[in-house]
């Protein structure tokens, strides 16, 4: 299933991504796609939110994973800088998979190695500056989820 939502602001992203993380069981990837300024630390604040998480959560350039703790083990990964399958092994990405929610930033960097029944989720640039069009699709999102 594939669902669409438009969001207008940072807040209204983050909401979204509270939605999606009370939705969610605790074993799940969440692959999200899109530019530079896109919001998906914002969503990812909202993810982490809806599981129960209480932390600061900031996008993890410099570490490539931040650990958060909430309903269930939350890894939030950014794949910036990772260029292949053997970067997901020296930084043991493979590890994570099944011991919490992953969140991973710059999916597209990636994408061959997602699991086919990864949560995927772009986010376009809308009509106005903070317009953003977020398309959701995965086998455990329904539109009761994010709405």
Known sequence: ???????DSPEKT???GRKIGE???GVEVVAMFGGLGMGKTALTRGIAAGLGAEDCVSSPTFALVNEYSGK???????????????????????DYLGEGVLIIEWSENIEEALPEDSIIIRIEQGENQND??????????DENTCV
Request: charged share 25%.
């Open 1 to 7: 299933m594939m669902i669409k939502i438009n969001s």
């Open 14 to 16: 983050e909401e979204i």
């Open 23 to 25: 939705g969610l069981s």
């Open 72 to 94: 269930c083990r939350i890894y939030h990964f950014d794949m910036y800088r990772i260029n292949g399958i053997d970067d997901l092994y020296a930084i043991g990405f493979f």
């Open 132 to 141: 953003r069009i977020i398309s959701i699709e995965g086998e455990s999102i």
